[in-house]
C-alpha cells in the first residue's frame, strides 16, 4: 500500500519538531489553556512559580517581587483562584491554573487585571483601585483611619458621601466665582 504524503512527512518528523509546531498552533492570542503548577519557590524579596503544560515539555516560569505592591496583589489573586491565602502561596504546586497566551507569553488568567493592557476595564479599574487603597492604609494614621471607615461604610452610604462631596464641590467652586 502506497504511503500519503502525511504519513511520509510525520514518519520523518522528529519530537522536538512535532512539539515546536504544536506549541505554535497553540500559542495564538487570547487562548487560555490549563496549566499545572509544578513547584514554587518563596525567596526573601520573591516568588517564583513553574506552570506546566501537558503538551509541552518546557515550563513557564513567572517571576513576583515581594517589594511590589502589583506583584502581590497579582500573587494574592493567584491563591484567591486556587481557594488559598497569600501566606499559603507556597502549596499552590499541584494546584491547576487557567493561563491565557497574550501575544507574547503566557499569563495566569487571576492576575490579568494587573498587567498593562490585558483585563477588563473593569477588572483593571478595580486593580488599581486596590492598589491606590493599599498605599494609602500605608500612609499616616489620619489616611489610614479614614480609609477604615470608608471600607466600613455600605454601598448605599458610599454612594450618598459621593453626591454629598460632589454638591460641596460645586458650592465651593461657584462661590470662588462669584467671589
Known amino acids: 500500500m502506497p504511503e500519503t504524503e502525511s504519513q511520509v512527512t510525520a514518519s520523518t518528523e522528529?519530537?522536538?519538531?512535532y512539539e515546536h509546531l504544536h506549541r505554535k498552533r497553540k500559542e495564538t492570542a487570547g487562548r487560555v489553556e490549563l496549566a499545572e503548577v509544578v513547584d514554587v519557590w518563596v525567596g526573601e524579596s520573591e516568588l517564583v512559580c513553574r506552570f506546566q503544560f501537558d503538551w509541552a515539555t518546557d515550563?513557564?516560569?513567572?517571576?513576583?517581587?515581594l517589594d511590589s505592591d502589583r506583584d502581590i496583589a497579582r500573587v494574592e489573586?493567584?491563591?484567591?483562584?486556587?481557594?488559598?491565602q497569600f501566606e499559603q502561596a507556597g502549596h499552590l504546586a499541584g494546584s491547576l491554573v487557567?493561563?491565557?497566551?497574550?501575544?507574547?507569553?503566557?499569563?495566569?488568567?487571576?492576575?490579568?487585571?494587573y498587567t498593562d493592557g490585558e483585563g477588563s476595564?473593569?477588572?483593571?479599574?478595580?486593580?488599581?483601585?486596590?492598589?491606590?487603597?493599599?498605599?494609602l492604609?500605608?500612609?499616616?494614621?489620619?489616611?489610614?483611619r479614614g480609609i477604615e471607615r470608608v471600607?466600613?461604610?455600605?454601598?448605599?452610604?458610599l454612594i450618598i458621601g459621593v453626591l454629598?462631596?460632589?454638591?460641596?464641590?460645586?458650592?465651593v467652586l461657584l462661590a470662588h466665582l462669584l467671589l
Open 14 to 17: 522528529s519530537p522536538a519538531e
Open 59 to 65: 515550563a513557564i516560569r513567572r517571576r513576583y517581587d
Open 77 to 84: 489573586r493567584l491563591c484567591e483562584a486556587n481557594g488559598l
Open 98 to 113: 487557567e493561563l491565557e497566551y497574550t501575544g507574547s507569553e503566557w499569563l495566569p488568567r487571576p492576575e490579568a487585571a
Open 121 to 135: 476595564a473593569v477588572e483593571t479599574f478595580r486593580a488599581e483601585w486596590r492598589l491606590l487603597v493599599r498605599e
Open 137 to 144: 492604609a500605608q500612609s499616616p494614621a489620619f489616611l489610614r
Open 151 to 157: 471600607r466600613g461604610l455600605s454601598t448605599t452610604q
Open 164 to 171: 454629598l462631596v460632589k454638591k460641596v464641590a460645586i458650592i
